[in-house]
């Protein structure tokens, strides 16, 4: 399969994926929620973004090309807010806390979801040599591909409670950065594409993610309507 006809099948697979359409998502963006399962979903979203960076980090550790390990690191530079602790991810994250009035210190001392460790021993257990390509799909598509459509959705439903996009700034920066992290991966990864084990290794990858950031939200969904 030539590099754009895989490209394209698997953005297809990717943005097709059932987490995409999953009914808390649709709520959300509705504001068919109560605050409170608002601040819940907040709080365990937030236990995921502190997570994020570090499987960016570990694919790079296991990355044997240098071209991707520079994409992969340009990557980082973002998530770390460029050399400003101020708007570093889980910085502007925090943002969205304060806004709701949660108290930052007490949602880090939340105990993490069981599907959230689960996630993380996914995305960490791939990031080895031997899977690398595997992580690649995962790091590089599941999470870049599917963003901007998600913090879109989400974006509304934080209006609707009231944030202002200053509260929001975590979201709206990610709309358009992930989309350029996504062009950084491809064009890093070009020279691969070609290859029938690589596009196998990366559908695995990109649907392993998805499908574990799927019970993921199942498990914050039952939290919000507890």
């Known amino acids: 399969m030539s590099p754009s006809v895989f490209l394209r099948k698997l953005k297809h697979v990717v943005l097709s994926h059932p987490v995409l359409s999953h009914p808390m998502f649709l709520d959300l963006e509705m504001g068919n929620f109560e605050v409170e399962a608002l601040r819940t979903f907040s709080i365990h979203y937030y236990h995921h973004v502190l997570r994020t960076r570090l499987y960016d980090a570990a694919a790079l550790a296991c990355c044997?090309?240098?071209?991707?390990?520079?994409?992969?690191a340009s990557i980082l530079w973002d998530e770390y807010g460029r050399g400003d602790p101020e708007r570093t991810h889980p910085a502007q994250f925090r943002k969205v806390l304060r806004a709701?009035?949660?108290?930052?210190?007490?949602a880090e001392r939340t105990p993490r979801l069981p599907e959230l460790e689960e996630y993380s021993r996914l995305h960490f257990g791939l990031c080895a040599p031997v899977t690398f390509w595997i992580a690649m799909g995962a790091v590089g598509f599941a999470m870049e591909w599917t963003i901007p459509h998600l913090y879109?959705?989400?974006?509304?439903?934080?209006?609707?409670a009231g944030l202002s996009d200053d509260d929001l700034e975590f979201f709206l920066e990610h709309i358009p950065t992930d989309q350029d992290h996504a062009a950084r991966i491809i064009s890093s990864l070009s020279r691969h594409l070609g290859d029938a084990q690589v596009?196998?290794?990366?559908t695995e990858g990109a649907l392993a993610s998805l499908d574990a950031r799927q019970r993921l939200i199942d498990a914050i969904a039952r939290r919000m309507a507890e």
């Open 199 to 202: 596009q196998a290794d990366l």
């Open 152 to 160: 879109e959705r989400l974006v509304r439903g934080y209006r609707v």
């Open 100 to 106: 709701l009035d949660i108290d930052v210190a007490a």
């Open 64 to 72: 044997p090309d240098e071209e991707i390990q520079a994409a992969l």
